[in-house]
């Protein structure tokens, strides 16, 4: 609570053009069009689907856009893993015309090479630049080798306690260091944090093989803490981002609320002004 105090004021910088999302005209275009982008330019805001599972594919898309931000990844509930081709092209279709990027896909499960076969297939229909997935140990060759095929990167997702393939980021940095640059680290941090890991010291140990970061607050640093705005949980915030930028990370800091899931916008807009309002001061 230091850290949100300190930066309250810079909040209210940050925020301007997402205090609107409380009202009820979620899909209104005149508004959506209006909405500021990130006030760091170097640093790119997004969105996980999972956040907005409650919701339609237009809908996730449009409190993306209320929230200030244009980068989203689906989930399987936006796009499910066995759509057509046809499919598949209307939602980027979709995306496109409302101005956002999707660069990728999951988190994705992959226990059977069929799951990879398809996951990848999925992907390189939508034209995605990254899979965000947890494949089965035993997979990952098979794995390396569609990457090498579709020059489809591979992000590994850590969840925390009770994960058995990949708990913590450095789970999955063991398994991928050596194999092809381009599989790497989809480093959820309100995970690490629940197993006691400093985020700042994760995406610095492995910043050569972070793709992508899930960002979150919990309210304990222990299994049983919980989602929670950013800002209002025991995450430093403040130093993770300075910590982000100093290393020049080139991916997506990606907003992954669980919280309120049938009423996720008044949080994901208070986490995100947080979010800007510390790095308007960077």
Avoid: W
Avoid at 7 to 33: D, N, Q
Avoid at 148 to 162: F, Q, V, Y
Avoid at 212 to 241: M, N, Q, S, W, Y
């Amino acid at each position: 609570m230091k850290n949100r105090r300190s930066f309250i004021k810079k909040v209210s910088a940050g925020i301007v053009g997402v205090t609107a999302v409380t009202l009820p005209e979620i899909a209104k275009a005149s508004t959506l069009s209006s909405i500021p982008r990130p006030v760091n330019s170097d640093l790119k805001l997004g969105v996980a689907s999972y956040t907005l599972r409650e919701f339609s594919m237009e809908e996730a898309l449009d409190m993306t856009l209320r929230c200030g931000v244009d980068r989203i990844t689906f989930k399987s509930m936006h796009l499910p893993l066995d759509s057509d081709k046809e499919t598949i092209e209307k939602a980027v279709a979709l995306c496109k015309q409302k101005g956002i990027e999707l660069y990728g896909a999951g988190v994705i499960y992959m226990k059977t090479k069929d799951e990879v076969d398809q996951a990848f297939t999925y992907a390189k229909i939508a034209g995605l630049k990254m899979i965000i997935g947890v494949p089965n140990h035993e997979l990952l060759d098979y794995v390396e080798k569609k990457v090498k095929e579709t020059d489809i990167k591979l992000a590994i997702h850590n969840h925390g306690p009770g994960d058995k393939l990949y708990s913590s980021p450095e789970d999955a940095y063991v398994k991928v260091q050596n194999r092809d640059p381009r599989m790497g680290l989809c480093i959820d941090i309100g995970h690490a944090h629940r197993i006691g890991r400093d985020p700042a010291a994760d995406v610095t140990a492995f910043s050569d093989r972070v793709f992508d970061i899930h960002l979150k607050d919990v309210t304990a640093a222990k299994a049983e803490g919980e989602t929670c705005i950013i800002g209002r949980g025991t995450i430093d915030f403040p130093t993770f981002l300075k910590t982000v930028q100093k290393l020049g990370y080139q991916g997506t800091l990606a907003l992954e609320y669980e919280a309120e899931a049938k009423d996720p916008l008044p949080g994901m807009a208070e986490s995100m002004g947080y979010v800007k309002g510390i790095l308007s001061t960077l």
